[in-house]
């Protein structure tokens, strides 16, 4: 599955790095890639694996806020 998400609170480059660090480290993510101009991160995930609600609780404990869709 490749989903792409509003991630909010990102001023930096460094801030986008940290975002995809924590993303790409967890079990279940191949692959995750912040645009920090659009302020989107596209990650591959095994949704047997990890929830979006995985990711956003990742994201929130990194400082940042992951948008997921209602
Ligand atoms: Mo520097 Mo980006 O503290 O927040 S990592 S602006």
Not at 20 to 28: A, H, N, P, R, Y
């Amino acid at each position: 599955m490749e989903k792409t998400l509003p991630v909010e609170g990102m001023t930096c480059a460094s801030c986008s790095q940290t975002v995809e660090k924590v993303i790409s480290q967890l079990d279940g993510v191949s692959e995750a890639s912040v645009n920090l101009a659009t302020e989107k991160l596209t990650v591959h995930y095994n949704e047997a694996k990890v929830t979006l609600e995985d990711l956003a609780d990742t994201v929130k404990d990194a400082g940042y806020e992951l948008k997921l869709p209602r």
